[in-house]
């Protein structure tokens, strides 16, 4: 086993779906994971995203379904206003902490938001929403 699979490093991952070009090699150390999973919106678009048959939506959609998860701390607003507050906050916060990590791939052209992460992700996001439902 080379030093790259100890540490957690994917090998080469084509995306299908976006675009048959984007092959990337994808480490991702557990304190950067950890991190991006500590905060609830970027949960709750992995979990939309990895519920999703083939784990991608459409960006609106993605929005809808956040919205949804996230609603309890915004409950007093009105829909519409939530809706844009966390379009807002997916656009210039979650999505690009996402991407940085390489865990999703949002194509703004296109408009459609995969998740791209492996297994190891996965069995993360599990853990914590089976931690979540404990509560």
């Known amino acids: 086993m080379d030093g790259n699979a100890e540490r957690g490093v994917h090998g080469l991952q084509q995306i299908d779906g976006l675009d048959s070009s984007v092959k990337r090699a994808r ?10 999973v500590a905060n609830e919106h970027r949960r709750a678009i992995l979990n939309s995203l990895t519920s999703a048959s083939d784990q991608t939506l459409e960006y609106d959609a993605l929005v809808d379904r956040v919205a949804d998860r ?15 507050r966390v379009r ?9 902490k996402l991407e940085e990590v390489r865990i999703i791939d949002y194509e703004a ?4 938001v995969q998740f791209t992460g492996g297994k190891l992700e996965q069995e993360l996001l599990t853990l914590l929403e089976s931690y979540g439902a404990d509560e």
Do not use: K, N
Not at 109 to 112: S, V
């Open 109 to 112: 052209e296109t408009g459609f």
């Open 88 to 96: 807002i906050a997916l656009t210039h916060a979650h999505l690009p």
């Open 27 to 36: 480490p991702v150390s557990p304190d950067r994971l950890l991190a991006v």
């Open 70 to 84: 996230v609603r309890d701390e915004d409950a007093e607003r009105a829909s519409d206003e939530h809706h844009q």
